[in-house]
């Protein structure tokens, strides 16, 4: 259980996201409008699949 959560660094929410499911190395230069129609996102070069979002989601709203 998680009590408090207390972060100076941005985005620490997506280094969550990429902890809880496959993160897939992709490239910089990647078109994220192309990437989203296939259920993808791009953090940089890191592709991370809309579900790992969703698992995200179901891991924090209990908390």
Do not use: H
């Not at 100076?8 to 997506?14: M, R, S, Y």
């Not at 259920?39 to 890191?46: D, S």
């Amino acid at each position: 259980q998680v009590d408090v959560l207390v972060t100076t660094a941005g985005g620490v929410e997506e280094d969550l996201i990429k902890c809880l499911a496959p993160t897939y190395i992709g490239d910089f230069q990647l078109r994220g409008r192309d990437l989203r129609q296939s259920g993808i996102n791009r953090i940089g070069n890191l592709l991370v699949p809309n579900d790992n979002y969703c698992k995200f989601e179901d891991w924090l709203m209990p908390i």
